[in-house]
């Protein structure tokens, strides 16, 4: 294991003005955003979507971007592999390698990420690929008697073992263990339990003797859930999201880099922006989202060439919006200015 590799790379990922695209969906959940603009799941209009969006003229402000399995050995329409056109840009290509979730059994309502057997061998193949860092993403519901011990402790290990193989194939894990925002609990209720599983992330981690040193979080923010009758300010979901981090995550960890959940696009640059704006805090706190950055551009573009250069604008501008946030430097009108 290289650490000081591994360190150079988490720190790159959570560089100030920076952060990471999550360009990771299966085919099936592809489908569904496709769906949605009238466009067909095809191979070829995967690859023309997402030539769009790594060949954006702007990825200065894209640190890393997570790639899907069948990404990381595409090439675009000119016979380029996309991950050299992630290279050209000055991103770091990803990985995601877990294999998606599985009921947990009898434990009712909830689920286990798998993906561990023959984990090893994918990794130094994906690193032969040009990976430099991979993501894992355990699911945490909020429901009645839910989440139990079970499933929290089998989701922490089964994320202790990845970042092991990870850190011996040197490449930096994205530990992610996501509470979901489903569901009609207020956020004291996301508070505890995001705190419980993050708690039990770092005692498995340490259990397994990965380096924190060379891992970037990727949390849930602390959001009273979608159906509350009760929403919460900016200023609150800032202030409690920060204050379970301070309690759980080591001050070795270089970074957290959010995911965005079912936020709006806004409420999530808003949310990022105003933790960090609190600052004096140990770890750089950046973006790692998937919808908050992709909703606009899929709409933008709708699956037309002619649209390609207005997809890439939106992208641009989503990304730009949370570069700033990532320095606590966004603010409303900004949107309005260049929308
Ligand atoms: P969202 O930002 O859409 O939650 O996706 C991030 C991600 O990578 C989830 O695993």
Same mark, same amino acid.
């Given at each position: 294991m290289d650490l000081a590799e591994l360190n150079r790379v988490a720190n790159f990922l959570v560089t100030p003005g920076k952060g990471v695209l999550a360009a990771d969906e299966s085919a099936g959940t592809v489908k569904k955003r496709f769906d949605v603009i009238g466009v067909e799941c095809t191979e070829d209009n995967r690859r023309d979507y997402r030539e769009l969006l790594f060949r954006s003229?702007?990825?200065?402000?894209?640190s890393g971007v997570i790639l899907f399995d069948e990404t990381i050995r595409q090439k675009a329409k000119d016979g380029t592999p996309l991950v050299k056109i992630i290279e050209a840009a000055g991103t770091l290509p990803g990985i995601k390698v877990d294999k998606g979730v599985k009921p947990l059994p009898f434990c009712p309502g909830e689920v286990i990420t798998e993906g561990l057997d023959g984990l090893g061998e994918r990794l130094a193949e994906y690193r032969s690929l040009g990976a430099k860092f991979a993501k894992w993403r355990a699911v945490i519901e909020i429901g009645a008697?839910? !989440?139990s011990y079970a499933c929290i402790n089998a989701n922490a290990h089964t994320l202790a073992r990845y970042a092991a193989l990870c850190q011996s194939e040197d490449i930096v894990p994205i530990v992610e263990p996501e509470v979901l925002m489903d569901g009609d609990h207020d956020i004291d209720r996301c508070a505890e339990v995001t705190e419980f599983a993050l708690k039990a992330l770092y005692e498995q981690l340490y259990y397994a003797r990965v380096?924190?040193?060379?891992t970037v979080l990727k949390p849930n923010m602390v959001v009273p859930g979608k159906k509350s009758a009760k929403q919460a300010s900016v200023a609150e979901v800032a202030e409690r999201t920060v204050r379970v981090l301070k309690e759980c995550v !080591?001050?070795?960890?270089p970074g957290i880099a959010f995911l965005?959940?079912?936020?709006s696009d806004e409420e999530a640059t808003a949310h990022l922006n105003a933790m960090n704006r609190i600052g004096g805090l140990p770890w750089k706190l950046t973006f790692s989202y998937g919808r908050a950055l992709q909703a606009a551009p899929q709409k933008a573009w709708s699956g037309k060439a002619e649209n390609i250069a207005a997809g890439q604008r939106a992208f641009t501008h989503r990304a730009k919006m949370n570069a700033l946030a990532s320095k606590g430097?966004?603010?409303?009108?900004l949107e309005k200015k260049v929308a």
């Open positions: 003229k702007d990825m200065a402000n894209i008697g839910i !989440p380096k924190l040193e060379g !080591p001050a070795a960890v965005s959940g079912g936020q430097e966004w603010e409303t009108g």
